[in-house]
């Protein structure tokens, strides 16, 4: 079993930085794959990003490529996401999860960034 728990979010202008954290517990941090993923309000949920259990593998979305960059450090059981330059489009909320690389099983509640133009 492992629980999430998303932090970082915010309000930030348009053109700004913010990095998400995803704190996990649980000693098999380690051995799953890490995907961060979106809700924008009367949206559906979209992937952003993914990182390999040892971080060898990332995967992003064509619209944040580029942009975003996804990372983890499991000695510490957290994954990030550093987002750069930053659009109005990117306001939405932003989950974590962690699983197989095609099934995610466990999501953290969620962080909420708002980016105003």
């Known amino acids: 079993q492992v629980q999430l728990v998303e932090s970082g979010g915010g309000l930030v202008q348009a053109g700004g930085s913010l990095r998400l954290s995803c704190a996990a517990s649980?000693?098999?941090?380690?051995?799953?794959?890490v995907g961060w993923f979106r809700q924008a309000p009367g949206k559906e949920r979209e992937f952003v990003a993914q990182?390999?259990?040892?971080?060898?593998?990332?995967h992003y979305a064509e619209f944040v490529k580029g942009r975003f960059t996804i990372s983890r450090d499991n000695a510490n059981n957290t994954a990030y996401l550093q987002m750069n330059s930053l659009k109005p489009e990117d306001t939405a909320g932003y989950y974590c999860a962690a699983g197989t690389v095609l099934n995610m099983d466990y999501w953290g509640k969620g962080t909420l960034v708002t980016v105003s133009s």
């Open positions: 990182i390999s259990w040892s971080g060898d593998n990332r």
């Open positions: 649980g000693r098999t941090f380690s051995s799953y794959a």
